[in-house]
């Protein structure tokens, strides 16, 4: 920051004095601690104050604990999440639709902005993929426990037998990166298409060519942005999209490589669900993460995912359970 060309690059600029300012309040946070720590120290054991001091640690201490939940590069930025339909048709249509109204009350409960960058409907109910821009604070730090598999055990709406069915969604979460990574994208690798926009919007959204669709050749990765009724303002959003998925490539092809070299590796397949929501025959929601579970499906469903989030987190990091 010091740098006398720092602010030549204010988009870049902008990023890294947010996370300055973030570092400093964490700096402070901390010493704050250590300070009340020595405070308590020099009281004596019978002192009525040192008891209000430690439960006002304990409360502070937890606080602080919470934050280093959050220790990944990307953890304090925006989050893009995509919701993909798996197997079993219709049913998983509805499942990615469910999954999506989930995943919007809990950045509602989190007080984070969300956009729909790409909504594509199903035949007879539901999405075949949805794709959402979320703005907060740590978004992708806590968005980040959710990518994977999640299976649903319902009694299907749609069989007229009212048999149960099993149905599947992907959910993809990467780190929005903005700017700020030197990832460089070849314009000859890229086919860029238009089309008009679907679904329901403003005046002038569906009645022009405005929707972009941009296909990365060497990686057959495709994203696709409609949401904004500007067809430039649809390609910038979209090259931001393919760009984080480039990234997060990158990342997941060096992991890979290092976990074969140890001889660790083990490809993740379809069927390898992190979550299961059973409606029928019973009602319980399991993580087969950190086995973590609860039989109040209808809170899960309503965003109650902090809990499965925060435990998640903390068995990652090797913490121990939390009381």
Known sequence: MAHEDFWNHQKRAVIVSQESARLRERIALWDGLLEECNTVEELEVSSTDIHELLDDLEKRFEIAENDILFTHAYDERNALLAIHAGTGGTDAMDWAEMLARMYLRFCERMGWKVDILERLEGGEAGVKTVTFEVRG????????????VHRL?????????GMRHTSFALVEVI???????????????LRIDVFRSSGSGGQGVNTTDSAVRITHLPTG?????QNERS????????????????????QEEKS????ELRGEYHEAAWGNQIRSYVLNPYRLVKDHRTNKETQDVEGVLDGELLPFIEDYLRSSLSFPEKK
Request: aromatic share 6%; hydrophobic share 30%; proline share 5%.
């Open 256 to 259: 890979k490589e290092k976990k």
């Open 175 to 189: 780190p929005d990166i903005g700017d700020i990574e030197e990832i460089e994208i070849n314009p000859q690798d």
């Open 231 to 250: 067809q430039a303002q649809n390609k910038e959003t979209a090259l931001r999209y393919l760009k984080a998925k480039l990234c997060r490539r990158a």
């Open 137 to 148: 604070e740590k978004a992708y730090g806590y968005l980040k426990a959710e990518h994977g």
């Open 221 to 225: 990765i495709i994203v696709n942005c």
């Open 153 to 161: 055990v319902r009694i299907s709406p749609f069989d007229a037998e």
